[in-house]
């Protein structure tokens, strides 16, 4: 299974984005779908995560209210839209898929992982 992140980009501050991850083939049980991204010097952190099945949703602090996860079964697709830009947004965007419930707030419970997408919010 592959998972292709899109979408990233140079934008300014107070601008929007929508991210996009889609999965090569759907021939594993997803439970969480998330979104993590790393700022250079820093340690992968958790952004947000969908629950596949029933769609719940759940949002970092940091970006609650701004950003928005959203997912399409039929694609196998998860989106996240991104609005109100911050500089401190600037990161490499990560998509994700785990199998199995549990905390999804931590990187390594996650089974498969896209390349990344790069975010830039100017000031």
């Known amino acids: 299974v592959q998972l292709q992140a899109s979408g990233g980009g140079l934008v300014q501050a107070g601008g929007s984005l929508r991210l996009s991850c889609a999965a090569s083939?759907?021939?594993?049980?997803?439970?969480?779908m998330g979104w993590f991204r790393q700022a250079p010097g820093k340690e992968r952190e958790f952004v947000s995560a969908i629950s596949w099945t029933a769609g719940s949703t759940y949002d970092a602090d940091s970006v609650k209210g701004r950003f928005t996860i959203s997912r399409d079964s039929a694609k196998i697709t998860v989106y996240l839209q991104m609005n109100s830009l911050k500089p401190e947004d600037t990161a490499v965007y990560y998509c994700?898929?785990?199998?199995?419930?549990?905390?999804?707030?931590?990187?390594?419970?996650?089974?498969?992982w896209g390349q990344g997408t790069l975010v830039t919010v100017s000031s």
């Open positions: 083939r759907r021939t594993f049980s997803t439970y969480f």
């Open positions: 994700a898929a785990r199998q199995y419930s549990g905390n999804y707030r931590i990187p390594d419970m996650y089974d498969y």
